[in-house]
């Protein structure tokens, strides 16, 4: 079955920098495109950015352009989330999700992750 | 961008009863609209795509309609295990969106 895993949480100052990854299995993963949606403590989900399955194209929310960026290798399985730049703002637990669509994005989250948690604070 | 409303914001049923959640979007985005249930403490799940289509392996309970800009999320008989926060999601155009939620506790 689907099984996505992710890594590289933690605390780190303002203005720092982190890495997530998510480890996939269970299903052709250089055919599916990939997103991170993040939930802050207690509020709501927030759609951060999508990459295409061949890591071709990324869509970000405006509020991490220019300093968030995906990526993949479909080599190992794995999806990236390399964050510049932290502030307070992106303090949340960072999902990834599965796209329903083979090829095409759907924008549909058929398959997340448990999440991990970045605190940004000083 | 694309904003999603949801009402109620929380609600507490009966075990047994019909529950329904509604979803609006600031403009129409014919029935590129999914539901999300995510329980206490866990990554939600994706219940229904496309306005009605189930996904599989969710009960035969849950169900989807609409189209344009209303959409409604029905659990035809609320189950205990069905507590959690409810989301809709807009698939229309970058960038994707979601509700602020509706919170079902099971009264």
């Known amino acids: 079955q689907v099984h996505l895993v992710e890594s590289g949480g933690g605390v780190v100052q303002p203005g720092g920098s982190l890495r997530l990854s998510c480890a996939a299995s269970?299903?052709?993963?250089?055919?599916?495109?990939m997103h991170w949606v993040r939930q802050a403590p207690g509020k709501g989900l927030e759609w951060v950015t999508y990459l295409r399955y061949d890591g071709s194209k990324e869509f970000n929310v405006d509020s991490v352009k220019g300093r968030f960026t995906s990526s993949r290798d479909n080599s190992r399985n794995t999806l990236y989330l390399q964050m510049n730049r932290l502030s307070a703002e992106d303090t949340a637990t960072y999902y990834c999700?599965?796209?329903?669509?083979?090829?095409?994005?759907?924008?549909?989250?058929?398959?997340w992750g448990r999440g991990t948690l970045v605190i940004v604070s000083s | 961008d694309i904003q999603m409303t949801q009402s109620p914001a929380s609600l507490s049923p009966s075990v047994g009863d019909r529950v329904a959640i509604t979803c609006r979007a600031s403009q129409s985005i014919s029935t590129d609209l999914q539901w999300y249930q995510q329980k206490p403490g866990k990554a939600p799940i994706l219940l229904i795509y496309s306005s009605s289509t189930l996904q599989s392996g969710v009960p035969s309970r849950f169900s989807g309609s609409g189209s344009g800009t209303d959409f409604t999320l029905t659990i035809s008989s609320l189950q205990p295990e069905d507590i959690g926060t409810y989301y809709c999601q807009q698939s229309h155009d970058d960038p994707f969106t979601f509700g602020p939620g509706t919170k079902v506790d099971v009264k």
């Open positions: 999700a599965k796209d329903r669509g083979a090829n095409w994005n759907a924008a549909t989250f058929e398959y």
């Open positions: 269970g299903f052709t993963f250089s055919s599916c495109g």
